[in-house]
């Protein structure tokens, strides 16, 4: 069965770091494009990085700078790594496998809260 | 980063359609055929309904249809049924390399 599953959430203070791991069964994470994507409480969806088959990132400039997206490819696993952690970061955080430009396997999402 | 714009709401009584557009620029929508609509249930993680503008994932219904005129997309549901009430939400490739919509809620009356 394919499938993605995030951990890693959690409450973190304001300048705090957080990184969330996102394990895959059924495909391999390495041969795919693998996102994530955020939805703050009661907000709509926002692209916040992609990593490439080829290992190119990219970030959405709400982010740029502060996360960095890797992924083990023994383990299978996507992370994205949070520092410099705000309140507007507080939201839920999905992976996503992406396939022809849309997100098309999707995780069950993890909490992430930033506040002192 | 702008997002793409959606009406924040569609309505339709069951059986009928709904139409939501989504408008982009030619930086996004207008110029990739790579936009993507997903369904989007309270609580749950999003779904893909379509992809490539208006190919449909294997098991979605063909009650969901996309098309695409200029920078704007067009998802229609027709012969709407009570679990098609969720917020819906457009994607696009855009360079950037991705950009969403801004959702719509759409509620079978």
């Known amino acids: 069965e394919v499938q993605l599953v995030e951990s890693g959430g959690g409450l973190v203070q304001p300048g705090g770091s957080l990184r969330l791991s996102c394990a895959a069964s059924?495909?391999?994470?390495?041969?795919?494009?693998m996102s994530w994507v955020r939805q703050a409480p009661g907000k709509g969806l926002e692209w916040v990085s992609v990593?490439?088959?080829?290992?190119?990132?990219y970030y959405a400039d709400s982010v740029k700078g502060r996360f960095t997206i890797s992924r083990h490819n023994s383990k299978n696993t996507l992370y994205l790594q949070m520092n410099s952690l705000r309140a507007e970061d507080t939201a839920v955080y999905y992976c996503?496998?992406?396939?022809?430009?849309?997100?098309?396997?999707w995780g069950q999402g993890t909490m992430v809260t930033v506040s002192s | 980063q702008s997002a793409l714009t959606q009406p924040p709401s569609a309505s339709g009584s069951p059986g009928q359609s709904v139409t939501i557009s989504c408008t982009g620029t030619?930086?996004?929508?207008?110029?990739?055929?790579?936009v993507s609509w997903y369904q989007q249930h309270p609580g749950k993680a999003p779904k893909l309904m379509i992809y490539?503008?208006?190919k449909r994932p294997s098991g979605v219904p063909d009650r969901f249809s996309g098309s695409k005129s200029g920078n704007t997309a067009s998802l229609t549901v027709s012969g709407l049924q009570a679990e098609d009430e969720a917020d819906y939400y457009c994607?696009?490739?855009?360079?950037?390399?991705?950009?969403f919509g801004t959702g719509t809620k759409v509620t079978v009356l």
């Open positions: 996503a496998c992406t396939t022809s430009g849309a997100f098309d396997i």
């Open positions: 059924g495909f391999t994470v390495s041969s795919n494009y």
């Open positions: 990593i490439y088959s080829g290992g190119s990132t």
């Open positions: 030619s930086s996004d929508v207008g110029g990739y055929n790579y």
């Open positions: 490539e503008v208006s």
């Open positions: 994607s696009s490739y855009a360079g950037r390399p991705y950009v």
